[in-house]
RNA sequence: GGGCCCUUCGUCUAUCGGUUAGGACACCAGAUUUUCAUUCUGGGAAGAGGAGUUCGACUCUCCUAGGGCCUACCA
């Protein structure tokens, strides 16, 4: 084993938003060094100048610092070190471990179509040939082992072995100069000290061919892990029909960091029995060797369940403020009154949530003002009987200290006097008191209202016509 | 077509040759109850199929089936 520190690293390409599985192997990465002390680092694979966005490039960054995945040092761009990607080619050129290939592109298209009806590798006739015009359009090619094989020792899915024959020239440096990708992979994570390298399970293929290139540079090659990719509940690939596939879609639909967090450290790899585990548990438990093999299933109501359980353990603050934005975002405006006080009412309320989205509902009996129109159901059940009996409710209410056993009790005493159930009042001012719709138990709701609020809503209905 | 990978309850997973195959989410039932929810208790639920190795296979090997990835002058 190397006794060199652990370097990892996180290397997406900027073509689009961050995926929950790409998301899934920073964290890994980063979760890998901090298991090993070793450090973590954030590389933007940007060699295709056509396809990569600088709003990509936000939206990665953006997506990484939400979900607490932070590199410890400064990004490095691919693109910028195209110079000595080239620098590097030529080091191979000249040592004999590379060629120029002047295959047209209809050429390589013939060639193709030919070798895959023969189920082989394409290879390149210009791999032996000296060209008459050597500044003739071309491309670099890596001269890769015609015999033997390569040996993978991943350190997720344990040994893998390939045909070199099975493994084509690759292309180093396109007609136009540019590195290509699996060049640049090699260069750069050699170049970053690079010791550990996880990455999506649709790299394996690429991994043998760097591996070559490894050798033929003279470079150690660092070990690999590749984890499986992230699939849909039914098991095909992600895609927008799940629901959603970017990190920010996520926070949108009111999930917490940490949950997401602890939910994707959980997908895929295990610690006994522990599903639900600090930052600190998890980088302390967090191995490479033990993530598991086969891709796994998002599972909605997992998750849910998850952030419900840190929803109940996050700072009432921090979630007025999350709730604020949903609200805010939703067109809806927080009365002077209700913002003061909107921390408390979360206190009160995050009971049942899943999301913070879930926490704006429950809000929504608390956001309805004076006069409350109330639904047909309790405006049935306010019969003569009910209504005198609510009158005299009334003035208990106003005479209880609002805290919550007060107020049970005080329910509770109310039904004994009666001589009725609770079932007799309690739907009746529930419905009053939230103007129907889905509300919290009596004790809660009255105390979200505040006593004076509850007893002018309660002095409304009762004014009412019959 | 070829190469490579994967396969334990519906889902995420534990097991690292000997277990009544464990846990969690979900589900079902019951309890509590002022709706829904919450909470509590209980329950059903799995080794893809077939060979082989072994005293003994979920665990090791092979085959089959199914799924996935790659097969670019994309990453």
Redo the contacts with the bound molecule.
């Keep these: 084993m190397s006794p060199r520190p652990v370097v990892t690293r996180f ?3 900027p ?1 689009g938003f961050l995926h929950i599985g790409g998301a899934r192997t920073a964290l890994f990465n980063q979760l890998y060094a901090r298991h090993t002390g070793g450090r973590f680092l954030l590389r933007v ?4 100048r056509e ?1 990569s966005t600088e709003a990509a490039v936000a939206a990665i960054f953006e997506g990484l610092s939400w979900l607490g995945v932070t590199p410890d040092a400064e990004p490095v761009f ?1 693109h910028a070190r195209a110079d000595r990607h080239r620098e590097a080619v030529m080091e191979l050129l000249a040592a004999g471990r590379a060629y120029r290939c002047y ?3 209809a050429e ?1 298209e013939t060639m ?1 179509e030919a ?8 290879r390149s006739p210009w791999r032996d040939r000296t060209p008459n015009e050597p500044d003739a ?3 670099i090619r890596f001269k890769g082992p015609l015999e033997g094989e390569t040996v993978l020792n991943d350190l997720v ?7 070199n024959i ?1 493994l ?1 020239d ?2 180093l440096l ?3 100069g ?1 590195p ?3 060049l ?1 992979v090699v260069v750069d994570d050699h170049d970053m000290g690079v010791t550990h390298i996880i990455r999506g ?6 991994a043998a061919r760097q591996t070559l290139i490894y050798q033929a540079f003279g470079w150690e090659v660092p070990a690999m892990g590749h984890i ?2 992230i ?1 849909g ?1 039914d ?3 992600l895609s927008k029909r799940h629901g959603a596939q970017a990190v920010g879609e996520f926070a949108d639909m009111g999930y917490l960091p940490e949950a997401m967090r602890n939910y994707l450290t ?5 610690h ?2 522990d ?1 639900i585990f600090t930052d600190a548990q998890a980088s302390a438990w967090f191995d490479v060797t ?1 993530v ?6 998002l ?1 909605w ?2 998750l ?2 998850i952030n419900a359980h840190y929803l109940k353990e996050a700072d009432n603050d921090r979630l007025a403020a999350l709730v604020t934005r949903v609200l805010t975002a939703r067109g809806e405006t927080v009365p002077a009154e209700v913002v003061g006080r909107l921390s408390a009412l979360i206190g009160l309320l995050k ?2 949530a899943k999301t913070t989205l879930d926490i704006a509902d429950s809000l929504a009996f608390v956001l309805k003002t004076r006069p409350l129109a109330l639904d047909e159901r309790t405006q049935g059940l306010l019969t003569p009987e009910t209504r005198q009996r609510l009158a005299r409710l009334q003035d208990q209410i106003a005479a209880t200290p609002f805290e919550r056993e007060a107020l ?1 009790a005080m ?1 509770r005493a109310f039904a004994g006097t009666e001589g009725v ?3 007799k009042f ?2 009746a001012l ?1 419905g009053i008191l939230s103007g129907g719709g ?6 809660t709701l009255l105390l979200s209202l505040g006593r004076e609020e509850s007893l002018a809503r309660l002095n409304d209905a009762l004014l009412r016509e019959a």
């Design positions: 290397a997406p390409s073509t694979e940007d060699t295709d396809r691919q295959l047209t592109v390589l193709r070798a895959r009806a023969e189920g082989r590798a394409i359009p071309h491309v899915k344990g040994e893998i072995r390939f045909r099975e084509d690759l292309v396109r007609s136009d540019a290509t990708y699996n640049a399970d649709d790299h394996v293929n690429n499986p990719l699939h509940p098991g095909a690939k959980r997908l895929g790899w295990g006994g029995d599903e033990d598991v093999k086969s891709p796994a299933r599972d109501q997992k849910g369940f009971e049942g049970e329910i159930g609770i079932g309690g739907p529930r889905v509300a919290p138990d009596l004790a």
